[in-house]
């Protein structure tokens, strides 16, 4: 034992001990991941862990990964302090953002198609 406290050795051990607690802390605050999907016919989704999000928790980090599978479509989210057009017509790809939702309804649309392509869910 009095190796561990001769010299720099404290300062060492304690210096682990503090990097290994930031480490831990930082893989809890990790975001979690959503899934937008939009196309390639005139759907349009966010889901997570495969199934369709209804609601989330208000004050949460979330990774929102948007699949665009047809160039007519795009994929606008709009909620609190939130309005953003994340893929846009004639785009095909994935795009992702981080979010931290705020409480409130967002809303999610194909702007060419909103009156049949959209969808909603709620942060509480």
């Known amino acids: ?8 050795s404290l300062f060492a051990l304690f210096a682990l001990l503090a990097s290994s607690f930031v ?3 930082s893989a809890s605050a990790a ?3 959503l899934k937008g999907t939009v196309g390639p016919g005139f759907t349009i989704s966010v889901t997570m862990n495969g199934k369709k999000v209804k609601t ?6 979330y990774r929102l990964i948007v ?5 007519i ?8 302090g939130y309005n953003k057009v994340i893929t846009s017509d004639p785009f095909m790809g994935t795009k992702t953002v981080v979010l931290k939702l705020k409480r409130g309804t967002y809303t999610y649309r194909c702007d ?13």
Do not use: C, E, N
Not at 1 to 8: A, E, S, T, V
């Open 1 to 8: 034992m009095k190796l561990l406290f001769r010299g720099g």
């Open 67 to 71: 699949t665009d599978r047809a160039s």
């Open 23 to 25: 480490l831990a802390s």
């Open 31 to 33: 975001p979690i991941t």
């Open 73 to 80: 479509h795009d994929f606008h989210l709009s909620g609190p």
């Open 56 to 61: 989330l928790k208000a004050g949460a980090t």
């Open 112 to 124: 060419p198609h909103a009156s049949v392509m959209h969808g909603s869910f709620k942060a509480v």
